[in-house]
């Protein structure tokens, strides 16, 4: 038998639109998503928090990456994670603007767990929250 994880994983929103991130803010509480939400809005950003082994910024297991932005970008961040053996195993979702195959295969080169095309409705990006959140929840991760 397992034991729950009664400490909800802590997620990194990497977006550099402030109105992408209240909306993410917004799904997360419409959701009744408890897990803390920490932000960055770049992927150079992003990275500082993940290296800085900071109680300001518990490690998070899962990470929803936007792809253009400013200083280092999604893909780019993508690389340089998965290069390195302490974030290599973050599970990452993109949420993006970007229609373009080539992105689409980057990503899932680089292991994304799944790509997510914005902009949706709030209705609608309320319920693709809340299939995330089903759906991390249902997963084990490790410790
Ligand atoms: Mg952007």
Redesign the pocket.
């Known amino acids: 038998m397992s034991i729950p994880n009664s400490i909800p994983m802590t997620i990194l929103l990497v ?3 402030e109105v ?1 991130v209240m909306n993410v803010k917004r799904a997360f509480k419409k959701n009744n998503i408890s897990n803390q939400l920490i932000v960055a809005s770049n992927g150079l950003d992003a990275l500082a928090m993940l290296r800085s082994n900071s109680p300001e910024y518990p490690r998070p297991k899962i990470v929803l990456l ?4 400013p200083k280092m970008g999604g893909i780019e961040f993508l690389k340089e994670i998965r290069q390195d053996p302490e974030l290599a195993s973050l599970s990452v979702f993109v949420m ?2 970007s229609n373009e195959d080539s992105d689409k295969i980057d990503a899932f080169n680089l292991n994304v767990a799944g790509y997510i095309l914005k902009p949706l409705s709030m209705d609608r990006f309320i319920a693709a929250v809340s299939t995330l959140n089903s759906y991390w929840t249902l997963c084990e991760y490790p410790q």
Not at 66 to 69: A, K, S
């Open positions: 977006e550099d639109d992408d936007d792809l253009n932005m993006t603007t």
